[in-house]
């Protein structure tokens, strides 16, 4: 699952808006919106392309991308 709330936060940070994320991985902006909230999967190619888009170190690549709901 993804970590909406860094994702989130790093979007923030560098001025992206999901509209801006959607476009770039040419997907729908409602797609991208349900992606970042975790309601449709997030393939590793596209989170391979946030990565890249919102410079996310491959060594922080698991704590945007591979969280769990487990207590």
């Known amino acids: 699952?993804?970590?909406t709330t860094k994702i989130k936060?790093?979007?923030?940070?560098f001025g992206f808006t999901q509209k801006d994320l959607a476009k770039a991985l040419n997907i729908a902006t409602p797609t991208m919106s349900q992606?970042?909230?975790n309601i449709r999967?997030?393939?590793l190619k596209?989170?391979?392309q946030l990565a890249d888009?919102?410079?996310i170190d491959t060594n922080?690549?698991?704590e945007?991308?591979?969280?769990?709901?487990?207590?």
């Open 1 to 3: 699952m993804v970590n």
């Open 9 to 13: 936060a790093r979007m923030i940070e």
């Open 35 to 37: 992606k970042l909230n």
């Open 41 to 43: 999967p997030m393939y």
């Open 60 to 62: 922080n690549f698991g």
């Open 46 to 48: 596209e989170a391979d």
């Open 64 to 71: 945007y991308f591979f969280t769990s709901n487990i207590a």
């Open 53 to 55: 888009i919102l410079k």
